[in-house]
């Protein structure tokens, strides 16, 4: 792991074999996001003294450029942390689910779209509801009044100047979405 890494015992002693575990987990947060810039994790014992039935807590602080996502794993009802590695696990699953739950609320890619094509009005039928654009490549294509965005329709003319984004129809390409300039 890249990142500073910091490993806590408490009410317990320290172990390399527990330790590499942790270290071997907080490696695999790396694949989730690229820029982790420190991680902690706890790891406690409730009562030194106790010696059967002794569950695990498990606290992983993850810090990210703008932010921090943290997973406390307190001991399940079932018994299943009485077995540090198995808190550990769980512990780091939770980590990874959050800091998925992170990166796409605050890096998600914003689609970006092709601008629209240009073209102008060649002909025009308003009394029944459609029109031909011509491409500046000297296509033509068909265009209904339902296309155009807007109670724009009204308002063209033949040699109107037209954004349009193009679909094949029924009877080959047309214009779905016309927007005057």
Known sequence: ????????????D?????EAA???AAGKLE????????CHVLIEAPHRRHQQG???????????????????RDPPEHHAHEDVYVAIRDAFDAARRRL????????????????MATARVSELFPQEDYGFLETPDGRRLYF???SVLGAGFDRLDIGSEVHFAEEMGDKGPQAST???L
């Open 1 to 12: 792991m890249k990142t500073d890494l910091q490993v806590s015992f408490r009410n317990m």
């Open 100 to 115: 998925e739950d992170y990166v796409r609320r605050h890096f998600t890619e914003v689609k970006a779209h092709e601008p």
């Open 144 to 146: 209904h009044r339902h």
């Open 31 to 38: 694949r989730f996001h690229d820029r982790i810039t420190g």
């Open 22 to 24: 942790v270290r071997e």
């Open 178 to 180: 016309v927007r005057p």
């Open 14 to 18: 320290r172990s390399d074999a527990v």
């Open 54 to 72: 002794k569950l695990y807590h498990v606290r992983v602080d993850v810090l990210v450029p703008g932010g921090e996502v943290v997973v406390n």
